[in-house]
């Protein structure tokens, strides 16, 4: 099932994530959220950012523990925490931030 | 969230009425044809698919003795019926086990009994419930295949000892070899042999991520403890599930590991190309495909020149690994023969425990009141340490060593008749929640029987499987996910250590005593 957005399709596969991850832009990601019926807030933002950063880098999602403390140096030390996280993504923060962003779901046992 | 009901907990199981079809469906996502080919499968549903599948059925009641008798053997007493945790919690009646292992049966009864040839002459095969091969049954067994976790429950209790879990990775690898695999399966071999985990995690990440996790616990506890990756020369490679490099609770069971190690001075490292103790190979049935995964840990072993293998916390990686390792991709006779191969890391704990080589403060766990699920697979399929039984003992033993309030969950849902998480053998996928949530409820009823009666707070467990899978289904049931624990978190918070101590990493034993 494919997402339009200003008129122009991208491919997604069954569950929803893009396939070619270099179609991502910010509106995509807004038109992701709000499939889920998920209003993308900045503090959303600030963790797909980072995802994105980081995917750029080493080619994963990083780490639930990567993430945490890397939101809580931006964000401050309440906010570096998974009960944060779900908060905003409650499916999940990997799997539902992931999606979002562009990136393929994270597998395995997780 | 979800478009099913999850079922009710009531004070003790009710076995339902069976009902025909609820959970009659597509199955979950099909693998594309390049995650099928990377496993030396065909891409797609072939042309013959009949022929080859008759075929491969031979093959494998040839190749596997077991496999004929369990397909031989059944004589319908119904003793396994209201043993599966999926038929419990969906009462649907191809979820007895006898009637899953029938859907398989059938077929073998068709085309290799002699009576089944026999009486398909004159179209009576219908007397021995033998049928032919179509494609609706191929839809059927991917839909009812992939409702099984292969957790082995109902073999306990066959008076023959059938075991379902053989019969469903023949069916899977039967369909395997026709072009129709499991995506959740699949995907993930191919990201083990691509990548060297399940999660896809490569080395620079794994590097990046255990960096950050050694900051992590020198900030928390002020002892430098580290977390080795690709050290030569050390001696103990462990191998664990890459999900306790990126999920929680399954990290705070490394880092539990890690300050084990430190503690007792042992040297060890991890592998970035054995990042994984997870082996599908076994869930598709695929004996190629679970030896060249196993061959990773093999390779690494000698490349790193380590003198022991431990497994983390993983339970069918470690039925591979007590079971299979030897015979898949042995002899390790370059190993240090005074040490079984492999070991668990609860055994190298509980060794470590009994030895009084750990400084520990079980009181440090006192806010919490845990009990202890046994996974399938380290229950039913595996042991640890020398005795019978040890399996079952060991982790509690553990646990009771570093936490003061303990329960176990009723007798009938434990140890060898434990209840599989729901999430086992290639099932722990979002698209089949449905099953995932239904065929956790007997693990849920007597985790509320022991919270109700015992003030019980926390489950801890000992498979990255069991953990996420509790994490994610666990809510459904109206607790919630930070209840799910590891073992070796309960070790790691019940460490004491005499910070500043040591400097450096992995100083021995001998050498922090001489400093004081």
């Given at each position: ?110 | ?30 693998a594309?044809?390049?995650?099928q080919?990377?496993l030396g499968f065909p ?13 491969k ?115 899977r690898e039967v369909l395997d070899s026709i072009g129709v695999g499991q995506?959740?399966?699949n ?97 598709i049935g695929s004996?190629?495909n ?227």
């Amino acid at each position: 099932m494919p997402i339009e957005v200003n008129g122009v399709s991208h491919e997604t596969d069954e569950e929803g994530y893009l396939v070619n991850l270099a179609d991502w832009t910010r509106e995509l990601g807004e038109a992701l959220a709000t499939e889920d019926d998920c209003e993308l807030t900045d503090a959303h933002w600030e963790v797909i950012n980072f995802l994105r950063e980081y995917y750029e880098e080493y080619q994963i999602a990083p780490a639930v523990r990567v993430l945490t403390k890397a939101i809580g140096k931006r964000l401050g030390k309440d906010k570096g925490n998974s009960k944060y996280l779900y908060e905003l993504f409650p499916y999940g923060p990997a799997k539902q931030a992931c999606k979002y962003a562009g990136l393929p779901k994270p597998t395995g046992c997780v | 969230m979800a478009d099913f009901e999850t079922p009710e907990l009531k004070d003790y199981i009710e076995v339902p009425l069976p009902q025909i079809g609820v959970m009659e469906g597509s199955g979950p996502f099909k693998a594309k044809p390049d995650h099928q080919e990377a496993l030396g499968f065909p891409g797609e549903l072939i042309d013959d698919w009949e022929n080859v599948a008759i075929n491969k059925l031979a093959d494998l009641t040839n190749r596997y003795r077991g496999l004929r008798v369990f397909l031989d053997a059944c004589v319908k007493c119904g003793a396994c019926t209201d043993k599966c945790h999926y038929y419990l919690g969906t009462a649907d009646a191809k979820n007895m086990p006898v009637a899953r292992q029938d859907l398989l049966r059938s077929v073998y009864r068709y085309y290799h009994t002699p009576a089944g040839k026999f009486l398909k002459k004159f179209g009576m095969e219908k007397l021995i419930g033998a049928r032919k091969l179509t494609e609706d049954i191929i839809n059927e067994w991917y839909n009812y295949f992939h409702q099984c976790s292969q957790c082995r429950r109902c073999s306990v209790f066959c008076p023959y000892g059938i075991d379902t879990a053989e019969i469903s990775m023949a069916a899977r690898e039967v369909l395997d070899s026709i072009g129709v695999g499991q995506k959740y399966c699949n995907e993930i071999i191919g990201k083990v042999y691509k990548i060297g985990n399940n999660l896809g995690l490569p080395e620079p990440a794994l590097a990046d991520t255990l960096e950050g996790l050694e900051e992590e616990i020198e900030e928390d506890i002020g002892v430098a403890v580290k977390m080795p990756l690709d050290q030569k020369g050390k001696d103990i490679l462990l191998v664990t599930p890459s999900a306790d490099f990126f999920a929680e609770p399954h990290v705070d069971g490394l880092i539990g590991y890690a300050k084990v190690f430190h503690q007792a001075g042992l040297s060890w490292t991890l592998s970035s190309h054995a990042s994984e103790a997870g082996n599908f190979g076994m869930f598709i049935g695929s004996y190629e495909n679970m030896q060249r995964v196993s061959m990773r840990v093999r390779e690494a072993a000698i490349e790193l020149g380590v003198k022991r293998i431990v497994f983390g916390e993983c339970g069918h990686a470690w039925r591979v690994a007590y079971s299979f390792l030897n015979t898949l991709v042995g002899p390790f006779d370059f190993l240090d023969p005074n040490y079984p191969v492999p070991q668990h890391i609860l055994e190298v704990t509980h060794d470590l425990i009994q030895r009084g080589k750990l400084n520990i403060d079980a009181s440090q766990n006192d806010h919490m009141t845990l009990t202890f699920h046994d996974s399938c697979n380290v229950a039913r399929a595996t042991r640890m340490g020398p005795k019978p039984g040890g399996q079952m003992v060991i982790p509690r033993e553990v646990i009771k060593a570093v936490c003061n309030n303990y329960y176990d969950m009723p007798e009938d849902t434990i140890g060898e008749a434990t209840y599989c998480c729901g999430g086992g053998g290639g099932i722990l996928t979002d698209d089949l929640i449905e099953i995932r949530v239904k065929g956790a409820m007997p693990r849920m009823q007597a985790l509320k029987t022991v919270v109700e009666e015992n003030g019980v707070t926390h489950m801890a467990a000992i498979c990255a499987i069991c953990k996420s899978q509790f994490s994610k289904v666990i809510p459904y049931y109206g607790f919630t996910m930070d209840q799910i624990i590891s073992v070796h978190q309960l070790v790691g918070d019940a460490l004491v250590f005499e910070s500043e101590i040591s400097e450096s990493s992995n100083e021995s034993e001998e050498t922090e005593n001489e400093k004081e």
